[in-house]
């Protein structure tokens, strides 16, 4: 039996039995798509755990539906518990949403899965044909989980050197300017990327706001500049590194690479990448002298 | 039929792209776009259906609709509308299919939409039949075929050694003018041939896909369905915008520059999606559609209900680019099964 099938009949079998008992009302894991490839799924019913799986293709990072969650169904009722299925990079984005006190502990019921990394975009029956940030990641394992299914790959953790950032980090600042135009020339300003990301949780985008404060509605050069720029400042510090934007996006844009200079930037200053370990409070919110990590 | 080879496609289109606005399938990044070209060297011939529609060259994604002045009392405005005629070339006939369901309500209600109207009456189709049918196509169930002349202007079918010409309208008469065309034996390659003749993305069939009528829609409105397809939606605008059929626009008024006696404004309108959170928030703040699958429901009773009831046409051509650009796999081809099931279609 593969790790993929056993880990998918653990799954299952936790699935099943966090419904049963009622400890939760819906798990967020990953079913077979209409394409033959893994999408997210949420079983509501013990009867329907057989739809979920685990495999190489499960690629989505599930922490942003537990945004959808942190409301209760009905006026005057608890908000409801939920599990979802993580990988060590999901389960970063954990931390840093109970940092910023968006999910409570007790109502996400975490099940976490060793990971060997997941597929890229290309050619699948390439082997391995690793995402990039799986490429680039060393964590096996969670960092935050209430039950770990699968064993810890024997693999040897991979240093992160922050090479991808090379290129563009060599060209002189006019030729840097002139390269992200042209990949926001390409922006259809779909918003797929702020959607997917768990830590773009705005009520109100100040990107989308009515009065158009900061960019209007035009989908132009200056409007998506404003728009990815503003984003990954507002991420400096809380990118969990997913790179679900980089994924989802319609037309490529690069995008992990202006998440990773913010990231590469904080962990220079303050030593912190955001959500490998548990934060009282985001780390950018510390303005005290104690317990600062600067 | 008539025919022309590549040399002398090339050669008619530089000479276009003097005096048009050229539109054309070009490699933009590794992604194929429609879009202007100076000469032909930058078109691709050989291409899948492009990445986006060809709407934004007809509702684009950005329009300056009118430019007003104010200098002391005087104010004054100006309409903006482009002058030039303007060329699409290698349009995909579900593109094509597109601008006709576009033009049920741009068009044929009035009022009509005088600036997307501009648009349509500067442009001439020069479609290039696809060759199969890619991932995600499914235009057989939607009334097209991907050698379906209807909505064109002129279209192009590779044949050995160069193209097959159909000349579909006067307009496309008009501009092939300057095309160097020869008899040759033999009929025009088939048109319209049955689905099952077309090899789908993985050599088979595509499967078709059912299309339940709008009366039959109103009895699922509370199905559960919407909450199964929808839990998983991003709320992104992803599938409106790559759609050649979504069409929902905002307006908005911006100022270009104020100083001291002068004050020049922009009205401009913009793409915007039903699928996105607060679209349909009204004044007060209230939201009718606050959750995803109520948002995602209305993108789907627009195109199979709401639109064939009151503008005549279908709101789908079965182009599949949403359904391959779904970062979660939210698969109009399913939803449609779905709703045929339900429906005991």
Known sequence: ???????????????????????????????????????????????????????????????????DFKKPRKRGEEPPHVAVVVKPCDSRAINVLLAEQQIERERVFIIGVACEGVQGRGDPSRSPNLAARCIRCGDRVPVVYDVLLG???????????????????????????????????????????????PGCYCTTCMFERDDGLW????????????????RALHLAGRCAECNECERVCPMGLPLSLLNRRLARE??????????????LSPLLFELGEEGSPI | MKFTTLDELRAWLNHLAQEHDLIAPRDVDGHVLYRPVASSGEILFDYERPELSTKDYFLPATEVLLRTERRGGDVTLEEVLPDRKQVLFGIRPCDAQGLTVLDALFLQQEPPDVYYRHHR?????????????????????????????????????????????????????????????????????????????????????????????????????????????????????????????????????????VRPGLTRIERIRAWDACTSTNYRRIAGGHNPRPTKPERLRNRFYCKFCYYPEDFGPLGCVGC??????????????????DVAERSGE
């Open chain 1, 1 to 67: 039996m593969s790790t993929s099938e056993e880990i998918t009949r653990e799954i299952r079998a936790q699935a099943r039995e966090l419904l049963e008992s009622g400890q939760v009302s819906c798990i967020i894991g990953y079913e077979v798509g209409s394409r033959g490839r893994a999408r997210p799924a949420f079983v509501h019913d013990a009867d329907d755990v057989e739809r979920l799986i685990w495999g190489p293709d499960c690629v989505h990072n599930l922490t942003v539906y537990l945004h």
């Open chain 1, 151 to 197: 064993e810890p790959p024997e693999v040897p953790p991979a240093e992160d050197d922050y090479a991808d950032l090379a290129r563009i980090g060599e060209m002189p600042p006019a030729e840097r300017l002139a390269f992200w135009l042209h990949q926001f020339d390409r922006c259809i300003r779909c918003y797929a990327c702020r959607q997917v990301c």
């Open chain 1, 215 to 230: 960019v209007d509605i035009g989908i132009e050069v200056p409007q998506k500049y404003m728009f990815h720029l503003g």
């Open chain 1, 266 to 279: 904080v962990e220079t200053l303050f030593g912190y990448r955001a959500g490998r370990e548990v934060a």
């Open chain 2, 121 to 257: 009456e500067r442009t001439t189709l020069v479609g290039l039949a696809c060759p199969q049918m890619w991932e995600g196509c499914f235009c057989t169930s939607m009334g097209g075929a991907p050698d379906d002349p209807t909505h064109l202007d002129v279209l192009l079918t590779a044949v050995d050694g160069g193209y097959a010409v159909q000349v579909v309208t006067e307009k496309g008469a008009a501009l092939l003018e300057g095309l160097a065309l020869e008899e040759r034996e033999g009929e025009p390659p088939p048109q319209s041939l049955p689905p099952q003749s077309w090899g789908g993305p993985r050599g088979g069939a595509p499967k078709p896909v059912p299309v339940t009528p709008p009366e039959k829609w109103r009895a699922l409105f509370e199905d559960g369905l919407w909450q199964r397809h929808g839990e998983r939606c991003l709320s992104c605008r992803i599938c409106t915008y790559v759609c050649p059929t979504c069409r929902c626009f905002d307006v908005t008024d911006r100022v270009v520059e």
């Open chain 2, 320 to 337: 599949g680019r949403c359904i391959v650009s779904c970062p979660v796999n939210i698969d109009i081809r399913e939803v449609l099964r």
